[in-house]
């Protein structure tokens, strides 16, 4: 029997503040005990952890991240190793990655593919959704033995003719498809059809400056394509999930529907939440930096983005981690912005990112867990060993110092990425310790865990319907 205390912090999850001890036995929470009680006096162990001052909370949940994904001729930077270290150091203990099913590939040669790229080489837990890029009669039947096995959701595209767009008809099937396995379709909610145009026609005006990345990626045209794919899941009788929403106008298109009492979710991302299209606009080819899709926008919309958080027509806050190098990368694009590989890193930021949101007055504490560890469990089957601090779950836990201050920055992230979007920006808390299954993975701003330590979890199908 291998049994840690964690004594005199305050507990925090998206439910219950408590001031109570944490017993943890072989991995697993076992108990909570109000300070001082006997029952927590009453408990010996071979480790004790002082919290004394720090939050307790879940382990964070980021159920979007790219390691290593093939992405505009490239690679994102990150590997799994590196990636779920840095994940680690910023207080995250499980990833759901995107594997990938190639055209003419099946389902099942994309899920190897990352299994290959994924196992043995984690620091902390992780699991697998699957993006469809080839909708066919084989995959769609595919779907039923993948969230037979604990993958259980299926990202398809409206966006990137091509390359991963799927056209109406084939949404709607693997809708249907999801409707009766009980799988959960996610989207990339943008018409890439529409954008590509605008993409030819700017290019042919010499508008070649990342900043028209943002202007091309259209807020209508998300708007657009999220108000479609609510409507083909509403007739497929599905529930829908739709990525990284940045524009305001689809932030209005989830409400509606959530209003009208559909089973439709969105999930935002830190970038969206903290910089703009003034990022994007930054001189001397930096606005490349800040080239994702769907695009940052211009900073009205972030109070949207925050209001859907605050009210739950906004449930989950992941990163869309998909990094490139600033140098050799993100240049790819010098003189085309359709050319610079999309995507951000962030997978280290996102709870400290969020605790400030905590400290400015967005977000409760409770909030705060709720959008980054319980509900993005509770969407993708995790839950209850995963998003929370109850008996029977994971020890999956951090120490949090809302106190401390630190400055984020490239010269000291642990991101395999040589640049920060958030670079010089002052944050108030950080991360003490981190326990993945009762292990410490960061213990006093030294990392311990181990490549490999990370496991495979298989998920149940969504919580969030029960
Ligand atoms: O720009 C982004 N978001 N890159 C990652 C791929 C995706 O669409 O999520
Ligand atoms: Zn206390
Ligand atoms: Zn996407
Ligand atoms: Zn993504």
Redesign the pocket.
Known sequence: MNRTVIRGGLVITAADELHADVLVENGRVAALAAHGTDAAAGWSAEHEIDATGTYVIPGGVDA?T?ME?P?GGTQASDTFETGTRAAAWGGTTTIVD?AIQSKGGSLREGLDAWHAKADGRCAVDYAFHMIMSDVTAASLKEMDALVGEGVTSF?L?T??PGV?LSDDGQILRAMQQAASNGGLVMT?AENGLAIDVLVEQALARGERDPRHHGEVRNALLEAEATHRVIKLAQVAGAPVYV??VSAEEAVAELARARDQGLPVFGETCPQYLFLSTDNLAEPDFEGAKY????PLRPREHQAALWRGLRTDDLQVVST?H?PFCFKGQKELGRNDFSKIP???PGVENRMDLLHQAVVDGHISRRRWIEIACAAPARMFGLYPKKGTIAPGADADIVLYDPRAEQTLSAETHHMNVDYSPYEGKKITGRVRTVLSRGVPVIDGGRYTGRAGQGMYVPRATSQYLD
């Open positions: 979007h790219h994904m992405f995107f990202k595209f966006a990137y991963f990339h990525v990284h080239v994702c899709s769907t869309d998909c999309n995507g951000m």
